[in-house]
């Protein structure tokens, strides 16, 4: 016979290859089949089916409505598989159903995708159903992969554009011209971008302290300034904290320290404490004389506030007449693996980078949510946990413009449960701390009666945590919108 001939010949042998060729493609679709023999009550499954699900293979009695692996399905899905096979027996048409089923021999959970048919006699009654059954777990653990990691950069990325948003109205509150508002805050979005480069670098794992200082300092004033210092690898929190703190040190030696002065120099030097951590010092020496400032300007609440609560640590700004002196005292968490938070976490709640969508939706939900009263809140006692600091800043800012006292702020789920035991009326959590659920504090809450709100990074199949009874605001918010979702949560108190 020449090559590539069709086969012919005995009928028989045609049916051979034929149910050859059928074996080979389920082989390689990794399928099993099954029989119910609904006249003879019985289910036949094949090998193939039996080590795919762990039914022994054979023929059995048929029970559960015909199929055997009834028993064996996830109680959850044991309903729509039931359905999709009675509709074909009653409908003659196939079916395809996913589910989940718990292997009789060894107890693991499998994701299978079934498909089925009903045939029938020559009076049309159903005589048996034929299938196949697909081991789809590994399928359904990448979809489940991709979904989560959709969702988390979806948190991710509202998070850091709340910080941007936060930061562009906190520049605004320092600044008198818009000219000086947007050299001011494209200086900062510049370092978010380049703490965002070193980070992208490194797949968000962390940045070495030497690349941050390099980033920021090594486009100033050639040879006026240098760093040292061993190699430490900060978080990605960190990292964007410390590029933001080393930017705006920078920019005011440029502007009025030593950097204005041929003749000045900065020295940035770190090293690591024994109890983990490490001490990061900035000084100036050679530049105009230093007078401590007559007013706060963002700068330096960022560096008090902001950078010391990113870093778990402290910072201290010394107004030296020879030159500002700055130390920054940072907590081992704030380094690349540090045992805490032991929950994965998420990059970018420091001060990352850019607004949630683009600029006309936000001046449109600015504008609707200007519609809202802060009425509800005037005169109302408010604790915030939330572990991006310059989010809660800007909050606090605004609910006390609005005529609210913020009484109390927290960055981690130990602080909230603090302050969930002191004097106040109402809560804004965030429902992510560190990567770390706010659940509990929202548990301590409800014992408490008191009622709160939570704000969120997550669309809503990542709304976390589940299960309260408190209004969700979606992150990048405004005033007026927590102000609304305040009052909801006090009406339902």
């Known amino acids: 016979m020449e090559e590539g001939a069709p086969v012919t010949g005995n009928p028989a042998d045609r049916l051979t290859i034929e149910q050859e060729r059928a074996s080979l493609a389920l082989t390689a679709a990794r399928m099993g089949e099954f029989e119910w023999e609904i006249d003879e009550n019985r289910v036949i499954v094949s090998e193939r089916m039996a080590a795919i699900t762990g039914i022994p293979a054979g023929a059995t009695v048929a029970e559960w409505g015909g199929l055997s692996a009834y028993r064996h399905v996830h109680p959850d899905d044991a309903e729509a598989l039931h359905a999709a096979v ?33 045939l029938r006699d020559a009076n049309g009654a159903a005589t048996r159903v034929i299938g196949v059954v697909q081991d789809i777990t590994d399928r359904k653990s990448e979809e489940d ?122 020295e940035l030097s770190w090293k690591p404490r024994l ?28 560096l008090e ?31 690349a693996g540090a045992s805490k938070p032991a929950e994965p976490q998420a990059p970018a709640a420091a001060a990352a980078a850019a607004a949630e969508q683009a600029a006309a939706d936000e001046l449109q939900a600015g504008a609707s949510a200007g519609l809202a009263s802060t009425e509800g809140v005037r005169g109302r006692k408010i604790i915030i946990v939330e572990d991006a600091v310059l989010l809660a800043l800007e909050l606090e800012a605004g609910l006390n413009e609005a005529g609210a006292h913020v009484v109390g702020m927290a960055a981690d789920v130990e602080e ?62 405004n005033v007026n919108q927590i102000a609304s979702a305040i009052g909801e949560a006090l009406a339902r108190s």
């Open 145 to 266: 992969g991709r979904n989560a990691l959709v969702a988390e950069l979806d948190h991710r990325v509202k998070n850091v554009l709340a910080s941007v948003q936060s930061l562009a109205a906190q520049t605004g509150r320092k600044t008198t011209s818009v000219d000086a508002f947007l050299k001011t805050f494209a200086g900062r979005l510049e370092a978010m971008a380049s703490a965002h480069t070193l980070l992208t670098a490194t797949r968000w794992r962390g940045a070495e302290i030497g690349h941050v200082a390099a980033a920021e300092l090594g486009g100033l004033a050639p040879g006026q300034a240098r760093w040292s210092g061993p190699e430490l690898v900060l978080n990605a929190r960190a990292t964007n904290a410390l590029t933001l703190a080393l930017h705006e040190l920078a920019t005011n030696a440029m502007k009025y320290g030593a950097l204005s002065s041929e003749t000045g120099r900065v």
């Open 416 to 477: 909230g449960l603090k302050l969930a035991d002191t004097v106040f009326d109402v809560a804004v959590l965030d429902a992510n701390l560190n990567g770390r659920s706010v659940a509990p504090v929202a548990e301590a809450l409800t014992r408490r009666g008191k009622p709160f709100i939570i704000a969120t990074g997550y669309g809503d199949a990542g709304l976390a945590p589940e299960g309260f009874d408190a209004p969700v605001v979606r992150k990048p918010y």
């Open 275 to 302: 109890e983990g951590g490490f001490v990061l010092t900035w000084v100036e020496r050679g530049g105009p004389t230093v007078a401590p400032p007559t007013h706060r300007g963002f700068g330096t609440t960022l």
């Open 86 to 118: 009675t509709e074909s027996l009653e409908k003659g048409q196939r079916y395809e159903v996913q589910y989940r089923l718990i292997r009789p021999d060894n107890g693991k959970l499998v994701w299978l995708f079934s498909a089925g048919v009903t």
């Open 305 to 335: 506030r902001v950078t010391s609560r990113e870093l778990s640590g402290e910072s201290k700004m010394e107004f030296r007449p020879d030159g500002l002196r700055v130390t920054i005292v940072a907590d081992a968490s704030a380094l």
